[in-house]
């Protein structure tokens, strides 16, 4: 089958089975690069700026432009 004719059956199927076909594809795609699905019952650690004022400021002095000596 040829890719445009896969294209038109896709075209074809209902918005539910479009979302499991791009579930499906995802599924296979992350095994095939040997990922990690995430786990629904797990909580992951993320990094927040939140209470970060000094990173601001950090990145504000990066901008500055340099004195010519």
Known sequence: ???????????QLSR????????????ALAKEESLKPLDN????????PFDYGDAAQKLM?????KEVK
């Not at 089958?1 to 075209?11: H, I, K, P, Y």
């Not at 019952?41 to 927040?48: D, H, I, P």
Request: aromatic share 12%; proline share 3%.
């Open 1 to 11: 089958m040829s890719n445009l004719e896969l294209l038109a059956q896709v075209g």
């Open 16 to 27: 539910t089975e479009k979302f499991e076909m791009v579930q499906f594809l995802m599924a």
């Open 41 to 48: 019952m797990v909580a992951y650690r993320l990094w927040s």
């Open 61 to 65: 002095s990066l901008l500055e432009p």
